[in-house]
């Protein structure tokens, strides 16, 4: 038999199915008798980019979507939330637009993967088979990296920094119910972490509640780390803004604040370098890695997974691609941005792997924006492109201490139309019905 390019493999499946064709990895009778399936685990910034793209540009693809909730709380702008600029409920976004485009959402958490078999099981004993599986399950939070801290003390001292709803209204509710004159602790991560600008911009949302609401209040930042993104507009926000408000504890060589013990009885934390911080609220954001299912997959080195920086596929696992936060894609940071933009890459490889679609050379674009107080936003951003094994960043930008008021509103107004267009592109609106007649 000749083997088809997979360009005419793709107007077969278009017209209406697989035939007996030889696709990528694929002997041809392995698909001769089925629709290429594809399986997505995370139904985030990610994955549910992907199932969206790969269902648009290839109506015979079979995709199954596995989310655990059947809610997306978004993490990104959760801090506008705790500051008071947004509602909780304008962080939920719902499923039945997927489905509505004929992707299978099954609400259940993806537990195990058997790359030889090639399924993905599910915690109700389900079995999905997949030819190509797509791996978004953003982050797990390390809890033991802050001593004292625990996935039981979460319920007391939220981290409120992952898609748990109920996190970020715990640590909104503490701060509502706090007396004016208390004190809020927050506990910074290490690199690299989800969001690099967003502990700094909770601490500014955390400021803002307090000066408007409770103005003899305090927040303690204990940092282990010596440097942060976007560092000179932020600290140049905690002065014009908060600055009887936030006190920054940012490492150096001779003063260390990591954080060695937390007491939560005693609602102490104490740094290595002997500070101890009495508290009335706790906001604890530990160490990170790849979602649990990666590492079940095999997918991840130590806490993150390396990938092939043109198309986001496993260097560990065939068939497999891991994107969004679980990977790792070297200077592009942990952003809903970036894993939007890499979702665009993989639904492409994916479509010119089963549908015979092009293949463009992949370049990937991040922007975060974070809002310093109302109105007043700060941007910083870069592309992308693979390079010698890595992602080549070029383009960068970011915003300057002294900027002029109108460019701050501008840019919050860019944040806004941002996060329309990412959860539309993520949860795209139903097609419009095609007349027959
Ligand atoms: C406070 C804060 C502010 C942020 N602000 C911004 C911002 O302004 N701009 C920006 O670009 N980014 C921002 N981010 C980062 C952004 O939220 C993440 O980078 C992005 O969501 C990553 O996408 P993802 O697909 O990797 O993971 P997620 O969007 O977290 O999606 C992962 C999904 O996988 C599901 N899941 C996990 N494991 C399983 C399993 N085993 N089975 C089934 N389902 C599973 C989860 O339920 C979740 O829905 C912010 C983050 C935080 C915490």
Redesign the pocket.
Known sequence: MSRITRREFGKVVGAGGASAIAISGLPAFAIAQRTPKVVI?????????VAHYVRKDAPNIDVTL????ST?S??????LY?GGIRSLESLDHGYARLRNHRIKVVH????DVDAVGKTVR??SGTNFSYDRLVL?????IKYDSVPGYSREAAALFPH????DRAQKQLLKRQLEAMPDGGVVLMVMPNNPF??P???Y??ACMIAHYLKTRKPRSKLVILDPKKAFSKQPVFTEAFDKYYKDIIELNLSTEIDDFTVVRLDGKAREAETKAGRKVRFDVANIIPQQRA???AVRAGCAEKDWCPINAENFSSKNVKDVYV?????IAAEM????????SQ?KAVAEDILAELAGKERFPARYH?????LLAPDDAVKIGATYAPKDGKLDPSGSFVSQKGEDAGLRKQNYAE?IG??AN?IADMFPATPSRVSKG
Request: hydrophobic share 30%; glycine share 14%; net charge negative.
């Open positions: 685990v995370g139904g985030g910034a990610g994955g549910a980019t596995i989310e655990a909730n997306y978004s993490s990104f702008f959760s801090n705790i259940d958490r993806a537990t599910t915690l978004s399950p953003g982050i797990d409120a920094y992952n898609t989800r969001c600008p967003g502990p911009e909770r979602g649990e299912i994107l969004g936060d679980a990977s940071p942990k952003s809903a941005f970036s894993a939007n979702a991040n922007t975060c924006w974070s944040s941002w996060y990412i």
